[in-house]
């Protein structure tokens, strides 16, 4: 007679239930299978991991992004209207996506490592698929509103290149350990094969990755130049109405030592300070003349625009979240500001010993000042009392007028080789950080020629202007940029290369490592159980590839020849659900 003895002993998997409860709904053990997936689930892998990739370089677009906010939110408004800060919901629906599907890849990664089977739940794969065509309508629309912005991922990377290329390495050193445990612990095949194949190639580039860098922060650090002049664009307009005296005073106040403006010219010849085409978002003219709202600025009288309220707007719509932070005395002075004439700028910058650069906007050929815009600017700057050298740059628009003035340096909004800025009379020029290549500043500061890169809002592309030896920067966050009194990050060539290389080597050794620790162990593990498997037991091992309802079928055979052969009283037979073999010991468990 056979002592009934439990056949199958079930050990609690509160962490295998978790991953695969969540990922799949497949929460309990029965549901679970140590089969392959099936080609449909390891494609919803494939657009995971895809999904995930797109993510990642949307959320570090967004990031570096941060620089040009203002600028994205202009841009929207002269195509809606209406001015909102639009990178909110942008910026959150991006946070939420990416950590959801960054979640769902980390759950995956276990059921790979845990060698359970990949069946992501139907929800999820809506859910999946709703974050990656979400995302690729995004890319699509910022392409098409905001296409020059992808150049400031080129220029990110002087700065996060050797940052992203240990993250790179920790991030493939950690992946030999599931890339090991699919080549070693399973039968060879030509698949296996090349998807080793694919991950050492991946991983050599990773190594060498640091050749095709390009930082300005490599550097000695006796070749440093001084800090680059800040120049107060608009002002400071992140803490008062842009183009304003508050604004222009804040600036100044945090070290500025140049400010820059808008100049417009009105109807009846008075050069005064607006950005935008029309009065709409800087001022009530909805208010006072509803009818004009839409008119462009430059057929206003001065009258006009004066009687025009230029600071409530930034209370109302707060449009960088820093209202909050004001006192009430300034919530009052700023509800109380006019738009303010070329004049009163000019008057304060010469006050403070600083300089002016000037952006002026041509009037419209239909306009009375049409031919003589320019000399109203120069009476503006003569009348302001401030040296002309001061106005050290102006931007004339458009530059076959350049002529026409003298006595004012001259500067270009375009990148122009030195040769033809001689030709042309120019001495400085002003550009767009997307055009200032390292390359480049090092050719014009060879050669003398002075250049201010705009816009630059952060300290890391402050820094990396400041190790290219760009003498002055213009800014919208003067606050921002008095924050970085030495470059975020500065290294010598000898040091980076030193980091460079031993962190290669010590990647390269633990990946070795693993491989080693995991080909020694599938040996021993396999050894260990061919001393205790009988026919029936090996027979069953070769299948355990095989489909779970044939390996229970192969299960119960064994277990019926066990019984056949006459287990004894003290015998106790356990199959062992992990790893589908099944075995006895005598008079014990077997775990």
Avoid at 36 to 43: D, G, L, Q, V
Avoid at 315 to 326: A, H, M, R
Wanted: glycine share 4%.
């Amino acid at each position: 007679m056979v002592k009934h003895q439990p056949l199958q002993v079930y050990e609690k998997q509160v962490f295998v239930s978790f991953v695969t409860g969540i990922y799949g709904c497949r929460w309990k053990r029965y549901q679970r299978s140590q089969d392959n997936s099936s080609r449909w689930e390891c494609t919803w892998f494939v657009i995971l991991c895809s999904s995930f990739l797109l993510l990642l370089f949307w959320a570090y677009f967004w990031l570096v992004a941060q620089n040009d906010f203002n600028e994205f939110n202009w841009l929207v408004y002269n195509r809606s209207g209406e001015w909102r800060d639009e990178t909110i919901p942008i910026l959150a629906s991006t946070t939420v996506g990416f950590s959801y599907i960054t979640f769902l890849l980390i759950l995956a990664l276990f059921h790979i490592s845990l060698g359970q089977q990949l069946n992501l739940y139907w929800v999820h794969k809506i859910g999946v698929l709703a974050t990656l065509l979400t995302t690729i309508s995004g890319v699509i629309s910022v392409d098409d509103i905001w296409g020059d912005e992808w150049d400031i991922l080129l220029l990110s990377l002087q700065s996060t290149a050797p940052f992203l290329h240990i993250g790179a390495l920790v991030t493939v050193t950690a992946i030999s350990w599931l890339v090991a445990g699919y080549v070693v612990r399973r039968e060879r095949s030509n698949f296996q094969l090349m998807m080793l194949l694919i991950y050492m190639v991946i991983l050599l580039a990773v190594y060498l990755a640091p050749l095709t860098f390009t930082c300005p922060c490599i550097m000695d650090r006796h070749s440093l130049r001084p800090r680059p002049d800040i120049i107060g664009r608009r002002g400071a307009p992140m803490l008062a109405p842009e183009n304003t005296m508050v604004s222009f005073n804040r600036a100044l106040q945090y070290g500025t030592s140049s400010l820059e403006a808008d100049v417009t010219i009105s109807v009846d010849g008075v050069p005064f300070l607006m950005r935008d085409r029309t009065l709409k978002r800087t001022t009530d003219v909805r208010k006072v003349f509803p009818v004009r709202q839409y008119d462009d600025a430059s057929f206003f009288n001065w009258t006009e625009i004066r009687s025009l309220n230029a600071g409530q707007w930034f209370l109302e719509s707060d449009p960088y979240w820093t209202v909050g932070t004001l006192t009430a005395r300034d919530r009052s002075r700023i509800g109380n500001q006019t738009v303010c004439s070329l004049v009163e700028m000019l008057r304060l910058a010469a006050r403070a010993n600083g300089s002016a650069l000037l952006n002026v906007r041509r009037p419209p050929p239909e306009h009375p000042r049409y031919r003589s815009w320019f000399m109203d600017t120069l009476w503006a700057v003569q009348k302001a009392g401030i040296t002309q050298k001061r106005v050290r740059t102006v931007t004339w628009t458009p530059d076959t007028d350049r002529g026409r003035v003298r006595g004012l340096p001259q500067t270009a909004n375009e990148k122009l080789s030195v040769e033809e800025m001689r030709q042309r009379g120019i001495t400085s020029l002003t550009l767009h950080y997307s055009k200032a290549s390292h390359k480049d500043l090092q050719e014009y500061l060879a050669n003398n020629v002075s250049v201010t890169v705009y816009p630059v809002n952060e300290g890391w592309l402050y820094s990396i202007l400041w190790c290219s030896g760009v003498p002055s920067v213009s800014s919208d966050a003067p606050q921002v940029l008095r924050k970085v009194p030495y470059p975020i990050w500065l290294m010598s060539r000898n040091a980076y290369d030193f980091i460079w290389i031993t962190s290669d080597l010590v990647s390269f050794a633990v990946v070795v490592g693993i491989f080693s620790f995991q080909n020694y162990h599938m040996i021993r593990w396999r050894m260990r159980g061919m001393q205790s498997y009988n026919p029936e037991q090996i027979m069953l091992s070769a299948v355990a590839r095989r489909s779970s309802r044939e390996v229970n079928i192969m299960k119960e055979k064994l277990i019926f020849s066990e019984l056949n052969n006459g287990l004894s009283s003290t015998e106790e037979l356990c199959l062992y659900p992990e790893n589908g073999y099944a075995t006895y010991s005598h008079g014990e468990l077997s775990h």
